[in-house]
């Protein structure tokens, strides 16, 4: 009897050590999920490394952090997307008074409020250069917005993922979309259904990418009126093709490439716009293991424009990356740091960056004042497409 007693605790115990064992932080590899982070634990790690103080030194330190951008008066929830317009205005998607947090979905990716109504604040916030809110809309459409993009002709398209859709409108319709793809909150991964899509990236012939996300790990390329051309990726393996979590998608259409931020491997991955070829990869110690947007600016050379994650023993921080060589060249950040900075959108000419960070709700503005006298005197050349170089890491 007493050895049964004995036994029986002993399982208890043993059940509760397995318990704890499985028991995964909110935060961090194994939950994709966002907007849940705790504390900033991760601000001294250049303190605590002196090889990241040394790697940190040896880069240019620009594009430089523009403060009171934009209009502190305008407030915003997890600020979840920027874009910018034809005409340089910055597109703001956010979440209003919604958050995803670790109670969002069900584990089978269902959205838990949907009978709730959508936010009824405008999610798309637009600002002139200088910082002023000149425009809003998006009321009464979203639930839980996350990535934004603006095409050639100036159609405005997002993906809602508690909606698990992807949405385009015109400049002039802003109620109803002129193009809805998946079915609305139910999620799956076929050719109607998407899973949590992250983002959109439209060619200037009006073919499109849709990253198709958090749970389907996929890139799907589309003609304009939402016909599939193609699709790669997938979630295990060991090949190029193996995405965790593809997040951001920027295009490189004067080499002829669209590149993804893979978040939770750590890396930017190129491939063909034209037939979806893997052309390189990059990666880099100091960004770690989870990049969570990337841009592009042809200026210059070609360059990449990245955001890190936190919870990856290294500093939280923006990267500029060399596209032919793919070697890092600047690094950036806001005073005092960023924390969770979630999507990033450069201008054409290099000269400003913007990112949208989920906790603060906030959206930083950078600007490269060296690079914005030489664009002066320096025409942007059209390039050949080039196949890149870079295989950092791969
Ligand atoms: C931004 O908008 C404000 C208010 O409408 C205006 O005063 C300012 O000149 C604008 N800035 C630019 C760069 O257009
Ligand atoms: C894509 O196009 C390039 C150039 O024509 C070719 O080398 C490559 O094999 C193609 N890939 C696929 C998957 O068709
Ligand atoms: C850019 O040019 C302006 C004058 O046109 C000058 O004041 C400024 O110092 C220059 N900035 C850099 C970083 O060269």
Redesign the pocket.
């Known amino acids: 009897m007493l050895i049964m007693n004995f036994l029986n605790s002993l399982l208890t115990v043993l059940e509760l050590l397995f318990v704890f064992s499985n028991f995964k932080p909110t935060h961090g590899r194994g939950f994709p999920d966002e907007g849940y982070y705790s504390n900033n634990d991760y601000d001294n790690q250049e303190a605590i490394d002196p090889k990241i103080k040394i790697a940190l030194g040896k880069l240019e330190h620009a594009p430089q952090w523009v403060p009171d951008w934009p209009d502190s008066f305008v407030k915003m929830g997890q600020v979840s997307g920027v874009a910018l317009d034809n005409t340089g205005q910055l597109l703001v998607f956010h979440r209003a008074g919604n958050q995803w947090d670790a109670s969002t979905f069900t584990p089978r990716h269902v959205y838990q409020r949907i009978g709730d109504p959508p936010i009824p604040d405008p999610t798309i916030l637009v600002f002139n250069e200088t910082g002023e809110l000149v425009d809003m809309w998006g009321q009464n459409l979203f639930y839980m917005p996350h990535g934004i993009t603006v095409d050639r002709v100036g159609n405005v398209w997002v993906t809602d993922v508690a909606l698990h859709q992807v949405f385009k409108f015109t400049p002039t319709q802003r109620q109803k979309p002129a193009l809805t793809l998946g079915e609305k909150f139910i999620p799956g991964n076929d050719d109607n259904h998407f899973c949590k899509p992250s983002a959109v990236a439209v060619l200037s012939t009006g073919d499109f990418f849709v990253a198709d996300g958090y749970c389907n790990h996929r890139i799907i390329k589309y003609s304009p009126d939402g016909t599939i051309i193609l699709q790669w990726g997938k979630r295990s393996g060991r090949d190029p093709f193996t995405l965790d979590v593809p997040h951001a998608l920027a295009l490189a259409e004067d080499r002829g490439q669209v590149c993804v931020a893979d978040r939770e491997r750590g890396r930017v991955a190129c491939f063909r716009a034209d037939n979806g070829t893997y052309s390189a990869g990059y990666r880099h110690w100091l960004i770690g293991s989870r990049l969570f947007s990337v841009a592009y600016s042809r200026a210059h050379g070609g360059r990449l424009y990245v955001v890190n994650g936190p919870y990856s023993n290294v500093p939280v921080r923006g990267y500029v990356i060399d596209f032919t060589s793919g070697r890092l060249i600047q690094t950036f950040a806001p005073e005092g740091g960023f924390r969770n900075p979630h999507d990033i959108v450069v201008t054409p000419d290099g000269v400003s960056a913007y990112v949208a960070e989920l906790d603060p709700h906030r959206v930083c503005k950078f600007v490269d004042?060296?690079l914005?006298?030489q664009s002066k005197l320096e025409k942007v050349t059209t390039q050949t497409p080039v196949k890149p170089t870079a295989t950092i890491g791969e």
């Open positions: 004042e060296g914005r006298n």
